[in-house]
């Protein structure tokens, strides 16, 4: 099964517009996920956040789940744990879409993760 979320996002602090657009590159970083039910009404369990991690580390971003390699914007740099959160650090290397992220139209990530074992809360 695929659950997918909306999470906010925020470019990185420090590096200016000018920089970003003239390298084509620009960082957004913010909280992958946490133990929380999120708006979807699911949640991962705090034992599977280590894994959850590790499966972020280097992962593609990608324009709606597109499977289309052209889709492909960027990619996870970072992935870490903070307590009960993942925190995430992605590069984002799109024209058009840096632009947008600098401009602040563009401020959430969708997060997809699947899972053979999902249980109902109720």
Same mark, same amino acid.
């Given at each position: 099964?695929?659950? /997918?979320?909306?999470? #906010?996002? =925020? ?10 657009? =003239?390298?084509?590159?620009? &960082? ?11 708006? &979807?009404?699911?949640? %991962? #369990? ?7 991690? !590790?499966?972020? $580390? &280097?992962?593609?971003? $990608? +324009? ?7 889709? %492909?914007?960027?990619? +996870?740099?970072?992935? =870490? $744990?903070?307590?009960? $959160?993942?925190?995430? /650090?992605?590069? +984002?290397?799109?024209? =058009?879409?840096? !632009?947008?992220?600098? /401009?602040?139209? %563009? ?11 999902? !249980?109902?809360?109720?």
């Amino acid at each position: 099964m695929q659950l /997918r979320y909306f999470v #906010p996002f =925020k470019a990185q602090e420090g590096v200016s517009a000018e920089y970003a657009l =003239k390298e084509k590159l620009v &960082n957004i970083e913010g909280v992958a996920i946490d133990t929380s039910v999120n708006a &979807n009404k699911w949640q %991962v #369990p705090e034992e599977d956040l280590d894994f959850f991690v !590790e499966s972020l $580390r &280097n992962a593609q971003l $990608r +324009v709606d789940h597109a499977e289309s390699a052209l889709m %492909v914007i960027g990619k +996870v740099a970072e992935a =870490k $744990r903070d307590g009960s $959160r993942v925190l995430f /650090r992605a590069e +984002v290397g799109e024209d =058009k879409l840096i !632009e947008k992220i600098l /401009r602040g139209y %563009v401020s959430y990530v969708s997060a997809q993760v699947d899972s053979d074992d999902v !249980e109902c809360s109720k």
